[in-house]
């Protein structure tokens, strides 16, 4: 179980600091195993992003969450790992010049492409994370092979194999392991370029950087907690203590995120029996009401979870024969966040759903609902993009459950 993380991008900037957004991924690997046969399965939900999004853009932003979609779930369902899944994913959206990950992220105030990128695998708790890194198209895969590299052991001399790199000894480092490099300047797009000249123009007629222009981070400063341990993803397994499996991605503002450690407090939080109102009163009492932030004016910040647990198929079924339960939420305090999810038993993806703009807002928006399999064996479940615009501070939450 694991996910990784980047961020999405926006037009403009909004009347708030809810600009910055995360483009998320979180892959659940789940297998069942028959006398003859192993049949894999698994479900993906990604994210792009709790802030603000343009409206304009909605059709490309859904676009690529599609396509992320079916990467993750065509690597599942050829044997691949779920950490090899969420790589695929994610080089899908970084190579999206619509999405602030890899081409097209946000410049740096020297007018540079500089990444963060993290994964997390749940069965072995290894962490691989890369950040302020220029001159690797895809951070991902640097960050998915700091993983992998770190699962063999120590290093010649008993040392430590690394688990975060940044700048350019993470450039180095991809390098030396065969991960090719790229001119920065490729990397440019016309929407971020145009992005970075309305707002360093903004920036030179101010005296300080104000929130706003979180967008043009400092040179060499990973102010996105993309690449900090327990603040942009979190995955862990069933154990002794953990009746069920997590993977929590989180996205908005960094420093919110990262002087919470958001998610990882989901994670532990969602161990709870009951997990929409755990996520809830997590969003509440850890984020919102969190003396960490007593002095900010607003909290932003977004979070997708993926949870799992063995039940029976039937309530009067053998104890042999188990049913994998599988239940997704988000919630975030931002303008809007778009998801989109998908099973390994779904179809190419079709459509989408979208909420218009229109959708009433409440305090709090709860779906609760349940999908499983056809007699015919094929899932209910269809692969979707929601798009969900509210307003800041609200807390709007979602729970699906899904069996198979």
């Not at 988000?330 to 759903?353: F, I």
């Amino acid at each position: 179980m694991t996910m990784e993380k980047g961020m999405s991008s926006g037009e403009g900037l909004p009347s708030r600091s809810s600009q910055v957004s995360a483009v998320k991924i979180t892959a659940k690997e789940l297998e069942t195993k028959q006398p003859h046969k192993e049949k894999r399965g698994g479900f993906v939900l990604v994210h792009a992003g709790a802030g603000y999004h343009s409206e304009s853009k909605a059709k490309e932003y859904k676009h690529v969450c599609k396509r992320a979609c079916q990467k993750a779930i065509e690597k599942l369902q050829a044997g691949a790992l779920a950490t090899d899944a969420v790589t695929a994913a994610l080089v899908e959206l970084e190579d999206s010049p619509f999405t602030n990950a890899g081409m097209g992220s946000n410049l740096n105030l020297l007018g540079e492409i500089e990444c963060d990128a993290s994964i997390m695998d749940g069965k072995s708790l290894n962490f691989g994370a890369v950040g302020a890194l220029s001159g690797i198209k895809n951070p991902v895969s640097v960050a998915n092979r700091l993983l992998c590299e770190g699962q063999k052991g120590k290093l010649s001399a008993g040392r430590i194999p690394p688990c975060f790199l940044v700048g350019e000894g993470a450039y180095r480092w991809a390098v030396d392991h065969g991960i090719p490099s790229c001119p920065p300047n490729i990397m440019t797009t016309r929407f971020s370029l145009a992005a970075f000249k309305r707002n360093k123009r903004k920036l030179e007629l101010a005296e300080r950087v104000e929130t706003d222009f979180i967008q043009l981070k400092k040179r060499r400063q990973s102010s996105e907690k993309a690449a900090l341990y327990g603040c942009g993803c979190w995955a862990e397994n069933t154990g002794a203590h953990n009746p069920y499996s997590t993977a929590v991605s989180t996205s908005g503002c960094g420093e919110h995120l990262v002087r919470t450690i958001l998610a990882r407090e989901c994670s532990h939080a969602l161990q709870a029996e009951d997990a929409h109102q755990a996520l809830l009163e997590t969003m509440q009492n850890k984020f919102i009401s969190s003396p960490f932030l007593a002095s900010e004016d607003g909290v932003l910040g977004g979070v997708i979870v993926l949870r799992s647990c063995r039940c029976s198929a039937e309530p009067n079924s053998s104890p042999n024969k188990q049913t994998l339960l599988v239940e997704f939420l988000w919630s975030h305090t931002t303008e809007s966040m778009c998801v989109g999810y998908m099973s390994a038993q779904d179809g190419k993806a079709k459509k989408c759903s979208c909420y218009p703009c229109w959708w009433p807002v409440e305090d709090t928006l709860l779906f609760n609902m349940k999908y499983g399999r056809k007699e015919s064996g094929e899932s209910c479940l269809k692969p979707k993009d929601i798009w969900l615009p509210v307003a800041s501070l609200d807390i709007w939450w979602t729970w699906f459950s899904y069996c198979w």
